[in-house]
């Protein structure tokens, strides 16, 4: 396999679910002006929705695409959420990627929708979207999603149909959006062991993006940005966070120093900077770009950049440096 190249990078920017509100589109527009490729929303419990702020974001910029990652399927109706895709499809054409999931079992449990088999209400979910999207009349009686006849006007359609990924973890999970998803996001931390794992769990037989969310510190000084992206890693150590870090050499020990460890706040002050180098893409320019290449290699076809720190949009510049031939 020959070695990335810079050209070979695709490299987006996660947009933080707590950024101030006034933070937001000044945010998404430095990341345009810097080059990203990509700036991606999150939707989680709390926070802010989406779709939301993807229509935000996509109508106060103008080349970078947006993804939305990820919304949970318990959520929203099939039929309505492929009405604001189409939507944002057909108002900024081939700018949007969006992803859907399980959504994290403790957030929809709260909301009273988690379903009973996952894996059944993902797969139906899916497969009626995107032929809503498509413009076809859907007819399913399915366990979980039900289309009498439901069909998109001709008027609402978008050129093309977005890429729908799969937000997902275990293995199999994986093994279904390979089936039916045109991409699977990983969320952080994403190491180039854990994105081979991952594509073996997927096993895609057609042409299938990898999008890798990682923790990101870029400094001239090795160590500050290694010490910046310790609290972005806090939580890997906990049971949710296995499959990221069974695939590691040192997964036995990552566990066993959680174990030892009375806070999330010890556990990171007490991890060696080799596991934090590996967990996260931090240090220098030449250092982080060298780990994007290591994931790329590893099958990662786009890396999004979480930023550390009190100033996100401040960080935007450092990580910016990856972008440099």
Same mark, same amino acid.
């Given at each position: 396999?020959?070695s990335?190249?810079?050209? %070979?990078r695709?490299v987006?920017v996660l947009?933080?679910?707590d950024l101030?509100a %006034?933070?937001v589109?000044p945010y998404?527009r430095?990341a345009e002006?810097?080059?990203f490729?990509?700036v991606?929303v999150?939707?989680?419990?709390g926070? $802010?929705?989406?779709?939301?702020?993807?229509?935000?974001?996509l109508a106060?910029?103008?080349?970078?695409?947006?993804?939305?990652?990820l919304?949970?399927?318990?959520? $929203?109706?099939v039929?309505f959420a492929?009405l604001e895709i189409a939507?944002?499809?057909?108002?900024f054409?081939?700018?949007?990627?969006?992803?859907?999931?399980?959504?994290?079992?403790?957030?929809m449990r709260s909301?009273?929708?988690?379903?009973?088999?996952?894996?059944t209400?993902?797969r139906?979910?899916?497969?009626?979207l995107?032929a809503?999207?498509?413009g076809?009349e859907?007819?399913v009686?399915?366990e979980y999603?039900?289309?009498d006849g439901?069909?998109l006007d001709?008027?609402?359609l978008p050129?093309?149909?977005? %890429?729908?990924?799969a937000g997902v973890?275990?293995?199999k999970?994986?093994?279904?959006?390979?089936?039916?998803a045109?991409?699977?996001?990983?969320?952080e931390?994403?190491t180039?062991?854990y994105?081979?794992?991952?594509?073996?769990?997927i096993?895609?037989?057609r042409?299938h993006?990898?999008v890798?969310?990682?923790?990101a510190?870029?400094?001239a000084?090795?160590a500050i940005?290694?010490?910046?992206?310790r609290p972005?890693l806090?939580?890997i150590?906990?049971?949710?966070?296995h499959?990221h870090?069974a695939?590691?050499?040192?997964?036995?020990?990552?566990?066993?120093l959680?174990?030892g460890c009375?806070s999330?706040e010890e556990f990171?002050?007490?991890?060696?900077d080799?596991w934090v180098?590996?967990?996260a893409?931090?240090g220098?320019?030449?250092e982080a770009?060298?780990g994007?290449?290591?994931?790329?290699?590893?099958?990662?076809t786009?890396t999004?950049?979480?930023?550390?720190g009190?100033?996100?949009?401040?960080?935007l510049?450092s990580?910016?440096a990856?972008l440099d031939?």
């Amino acid at each position: 396999m020959r070695s990335p190249t810079a050209a %070979d990078r695709t490299v987006g920017v996660l947009l933080p679910r707590d950024l101030p509100a %006034d933070r937001v589109l000044p945010y998404a527009r430095r990341a345009e002006e810097l080059g990203f490729d990509a700036v991606w929303v999150v939707e989680d419990l709390g926070f $802010r929705g989406g779709i939301a702020q993807a229509a935000a974001v996509l109508a106060s910029t103008d080349r970078i695409r947006v993804g939305i990652g990820l919304l949970p399927a318990g959520a $929203r109706n099939v039929a309505f959420a492929a009405l604001e895709i189409a939507s944002l499809a057909q108002l900024f054409p081939g700018r949007i990627d969006v992803t859907v999931g399980h959504g994290m079992p403790h957030w929809m449990r709260s909301v009273g929708q988690w379903p009973r088999s996952p894996l059944t209400f993902l797969r139906e979910y899916v497969d009626a979207l995107r032929a809503l999207l498509r413009g076809e009349e859907v007819r399913v009686h399915g366990e979980y999603v039900h289309l009498d006849g439901v069909q998109l006007d001709r008027s609402a359609l978008p050129d093309a149909v977005p %890429d729908i990924l799969a937000g997902v973890r275990g293995p199999k999970s994986l093994a279904l959006s390979g089936e039916v998803a045109d991409g699977t996001v990983l969320a952080e931390p994403v190491t180039p062991e854990y994105a081979r794992a991952a594509l073996g769990h997927i096993s895609a037989q057609r042409p299938h993006r990898l999008v890798a969310y990682n923790i990101a510190s870029v400094d001239a000084d090795p160590a500050i940005a290694l010490a910046a992206a310790r609290p972005g890693l806090e939580w890997i150590g906990e049971p949710d966070w296995h499959a990221h870090i069974a695939p590691l050499p040192f997964a036995h020990e990552l566990v066993a120093l959680r174990a030892g460890c009375a806070s999330r706040e010890e556990f990171v002050a007490r991890m060696p900077d080799g596991w934090v180098a590996r967990l996260a893409v931090a240090g220098t320019p030449a250092e982080a770009r060298a780990g994007l290449d290591g994931l790329r290699a590893a099958g990662v076809t786009e890396t999004v950049l979480a930023p550390v720190g009190p100033d996100p949009l401040g960080a935007l510049d450092s990580l910016a440096a990856v972008l440099d031939v």
